[in-house]
């Protein structure tokens, strides 16, 4: 999968939607946070620095939990739009009253990399990157030899409610087309990670009325759909979809990916008058300890 770029994301979309300044992080990124936090209990290796990857979309309650889950490790949160930046510097300054300010953990908020981590955390960022390859290279840039990638995203049944709504209706699609879990295992191997492990779920929420319903998409992203709309829609036409959400039942699927890997160490080219440094083998000996424990950790379950 060779310059994968999804055909149906609009880049100047992607775009603009990355510098949206955000409310506050969507009660579903949040809940998928959680239960993404709870997978690292399966790992066995425990990061002395981690980063955070577009906090404020993936969650800031979940960062509170990745704080205490590693107290004793460096952290900083990545936002490439400064709105964002300053957003969440905000959110993560404690307040001048607490007791006990100056012992909890702190975080660099950050616009680029500083220096390469033992884990990147990244929830639900990679379904609304126009460029995803683009995107994994970074993250593989940010990590240590060894370190570790956790990841999730939308799959490709999400709001298939509302996807087959609009084809009724005849209105171009409601949202851009999903990637499939196997194509994003194909494309960390690409992008440089090793043994890639996926998994999905399903997660349908109800609502009370349609106008809670669109409230809560509003919250968890835009249509970046090449063919969508081409202006703003009318009152006319709002009405109509409420109409056509009131007859239907009000609840909408989202199929979660999770995704892990690891950053494996480039392969020695051992020629035949090469030499190998004792150094060198010591750490290669150290890189396969750490993957035998992260395999160990799989094997467990």
Not at 26 to 35: D, F, G, I, T
Not at 101 to 126: E, Y
Not at 251 to 263: D, M, P
Request: hydrophobic share 45%; net charge positive; proline share 7%.
């Amino acid at each position: 999968m060779v310059n994968f770029r999804p055909p149906t994301i609009d880049p100047n979309a992607a775009l603009r939607w990355q510098a949206m300044r955000l409310p506050e992080s969507p009660w579903l990124h949040e809940e998928v946070a959680q239960r993404m936090q709870e997978r690292l209990d399966l790992i066995k290796q425990q990061p002395s620095s981690w980063l955070h990857w577009a906090p404020l979309q993936g969650g800031m309650q979940a960062h509170g939990l990745l704080l205490q889950r590693y107290p004793q490790a460096a952290c900083a949160a990545l936002e490439t739009s400064s709105s964002r930046v300053i957003h969440v510097q905000q959110a993560l300054q404690a307040p001048w009253w607490t007791t006990k300010r100056w012992l909890q953990p702190q975080t660099r908020v950050v616009s680029q990399v500083v220096q390469p981590v033992q884990m990147l955390w990244a929830n639900m960022r990679l379904h609304m990157a126009a460029d995803p390859q683009a995107l994994m290279a970074q993250w593989h840039q940010a990590l240590q030899v060894d370190g570790f990638l956790m990841f999730s995203c939308l799959g490709p049944d999400s709001v298939k409610e509302l996807h087959d709504l609009y084809q009724r209706l005849g209105w171009p699609a409601p949202s851009h087309s999903f990637t499939d879990m196997h194509d994003w295992g194909d494309m960390l191997v690409a992008a440089g990670f090793a043994e890639p492990v996926m998994d999905m779920e399903r997660i349908t929420l109800t609502f009370e009325t349609p106008q809670r319903l669109l409230q809560e998409l509003r919250g968890l992203g835009r249509n970046l759909h090449v063919g969508r709309f081409p202006g703003l829609r009318g009152r006319r036409w709002h009405n109509r979809l409420l109409e056509a959400l009131a007859g239907l039942p009000l609840k909408l699927t989202f199929e979660v990916i999770y995704g892990h890997a690891y950053k494996p160490a480039p392969r020695l080219n051992v020629g035949v008058h090469s030499e190998i440094s004792l150094a060198d083998m010591r750490a290669a000996l150290r890189r396969s300890k750490v993957a035998g424990d992260i395999k160990l950790a799989k094997d467990e379950v």
